[in-house]
């Protein structure tokens, strides 16, 4: 019995470390910090990522959650289009469709690109231009082989809320996300739905599609 008390106090010791840090890291991903940097320390530190967090937050910069819009194109439709771009295929093609289904009644599409916090930090706004413009480059040249030249824009922070916040200016009539078919987390699902429950105007979730197909698409719409 003893000894089996020896075993198991260290084994309570370990498993609060890591739950401990685990909770602090996935706090700090849901403020829109970095996921695998965070995992790390919550791993690594315990119960002392809290203390870590807590600097994170204190260090967080309001100011980097705004950017201007830079310049793009306005058509003569009458629908202004948000889409949101991580540099995935799905949010590509998400932007790609959603110019192919409104087609005459387009006016403006506006490619947001939300950074997390880490990225962000003690770097340059004009570096976290060109991150996001490197972000943006694909959706913007297939959107430009259709004649559109999309405005730009990035946000730093928590994904949802950065979204939530430009949906609701204002702005838009038309919010566009690209969904994955295969989901790598069920926290990723959770900010989809947060942004599907809350957001103030109409939201145009788009599946992922094969390269061929987008191809497809903008050549076709292109009369090719």
Not at 46 to 53: M, Q, S, V
Not at 93 to 104: K, Y
């Amino acid at each position: 019995m003893w000894a089996e008390g020896v075993w198991v106090t260290p084994l309570l010791v370990v498993v609060g470390w890591v739950l401990v840090g685990l909770a602090a890291a996935f706090v700090m991903i849901r403020r829109g910090h970095d996921a695998p940097i965070w995992l790390v320390l919550g791993l690594a530190a315990g119960p002392f990522a809290i203390a870590l967090a807590g600097l994170a937050v204190f260090l967080e910069r309001e100011e980097l959650a705004e950017a201007a819009v830079v310049p793009g194109e306005s058509l003569e439709g009458d629908v202004r289009v948000l889409v949101c771009i991580d540099g995935s295929e799905a949010a590509d093609h998400a932007a790609v469709t959603t110019v192919l289904l409104l087609g005459a009644r387009l006016q403006t599409v506006t490619l947001l690109t939300v950074l997390d916090y880490d990225t962000a930090l003690d770097t340059a706004p004009e570096k976290l231009d060109r991150i996001a413009a490197g972000i943006q480059s694909v959706a913007a040249t297939r959107l430009a082989d259709l004649a559109v030249h999309p405005y730009s824009t990035r946000a730093t922070g928590a994904a949802a809320d950065q979204i939530l916040r430009r949906a609701g200016s204002g702005a838009y009539d038309l919010l566009a996300l690209g969904a994955h078919r295969q989901r790598r987390s069920r926290f990723l699902g959770t900010v989809a739905r947060e942004i599907a429950n809350k957001s103030a105007i109409p939201l145009l979730t788009v599946r992922a599609a094969p390269v061929e197909s987008i191809e497809s698409a903008e050549r076709a719409a292109a009369g090719g």
